[in-house]
């Protein structure tokens, strides 16, 4: 089963790292564009690029029994991979997802229907997701299934009310941390490949078909989106991205594991809930200097906080906060 995931991670690379120029070049030409405005003489820059990363998935998905009968034709085994309820309910939910970025990219909705709206979105989940125990970090296993809380089972409470919160929530702390070139991208390859390796110490390797898909494709658009970015990804990368994450830590049952190296992001929320809790304006954009160092609004931003105290370049800050989330993702293997 590892082989057919390396590849379907190899071949979603492959395909995006190809189309990624040819998609440059249509969405700059069709006017698709959004100033930098980290950069001197804030050029214009194609947006909504992560949807070359979606389609991927979905080809790949797609073609996955052709793949499958190749690789055994190849191998000279005779092991059928099919895509199971499990793997269509995860790309339900992502191109739901995907499809609520594009709407936000085209009528900029308020932050209230990004909140509420992407709610009804992990609905599907209900269907294969029954939850009886969750593991809490340092006390065991807590039975859900015969605990009753305002006349219901915790259980259901659980699945209705919490795990539609959690992977609701996800998609909005990838978003929210992002505004320099790569760190979207970098930090979501960073989350995604940490579950992936935390799959494979647990030999959880079922339904790991899409996230490894997204991937590959996240890393190869990375290439292109990292400092000078060619492309953004667009909310169509940040929710569809976002949702496969967190989605999969569902699935897993990796919820406490998935707090835990989504601080950083958290820490970033925080602080934007500080800022409106202090009825502070909330500024998205610094800009740069002559000498192409960042000028920031405030400390109160986690792409913020380090630029507001030293002197830092774009890429600087970005590497400082992969650095973070690579410090969280260890240490939640390690404690985990």
């Known amino acids: 089963m590892n082989i057919y995931l390396f590849f379907a991670m190899i071949f979603s690379f492959i395909m995006t790292f190809i189309t990624v120029p040819y998609a440059i070049k ?13 950069k001197k003489g804030n050029p214009e820059i194609p947006t909504n690029g992560a949807i070359v990363v979606f389609f991927t998935v ?7 029994p052709l793949f499958n009968r190749i690789f055994n034709r190849l191998s000279g085994t005779n092991e059928l991979i099919f895509l199971d309820s499990i793997d269509m309910t995860i790309l339900l939910v992502i191109s739901l997802f995907a499809i609520f970025g594009i709407i936000d990219d085209l009528l900029d909705l308020s932050w209230s229907n990004k909140l509420f709206i992407p709610l009804l979105f992990s609905f599907p989940v209900f269907t294969i997701y029954d939850p009886v125990s ?3 970090p340092f006390f065991g296993d807590f039975d859900m ?4 809380a305002f006349g219901l089972l ?8 919490v795990i539609p ?7 909005n702390l990838i978003n929210m941390h992002s505004g320099f070139n790569g760190l979207q991208t970098g930090l979501s390859s960073i989350l995604m490949a940490t579950i992936i390796i935390k799959c494979a110490l647990d030999s959880a390797f079922d339904n790991l078909l899409v996230p490894c898909a997204f991937l590959g494709g996240i890393v190869a658009f990375w290439y292109y989106n990292k400092y000078p970015a060619s492309i953004f990804e667009g909310n169509i990368g940040s929710l569809s991205i976002g949702s496969i994450i ?5 699935l897993k049952n990796y919820l406490f594991f998935g707090f835990f190296i989504l601080l950083p992001h958290i820490t970033d929320f925080l602080m934007f809930l500080y800022l409106k809790f202090k009825k502070r304006p909330f500024v998205k954009f610094g800009r740069v200097d002559d000498k192409g160092i960042l000028v920031v609004p405030n400390p109160i931003k986690m792409k913020f906080l380090l630029p507001y105290y030293y002197n830092m370049t774009e890429p600087q800050a970005v590497h400082s906060l992969y650095f973070i989330t690579i410090l969280f993702c260890l240490g939640g293997l390690i404690i985990f």
């Open 165 to 171: 919160i959690y992977i609701m929530v996800v998609p």
């Open 58 to 64: 979905l080809v790949i998905c797609a073609s996955w």
């Open 154 to 161: 915790v259980s259901d409470i659980f699945k209705v009310i």
């Open 145 to 148: 299934s015969s605990q009753v």
């Open 134 to 136: 969750i593991t809490v």
């Open 26 to 38: 249509k969405l700059s030409n069709s006017g698709k564009t959004v100033t930098d405005v980290y």
């Open 246 to 250: 967190g989605v999969t830590l569902v």
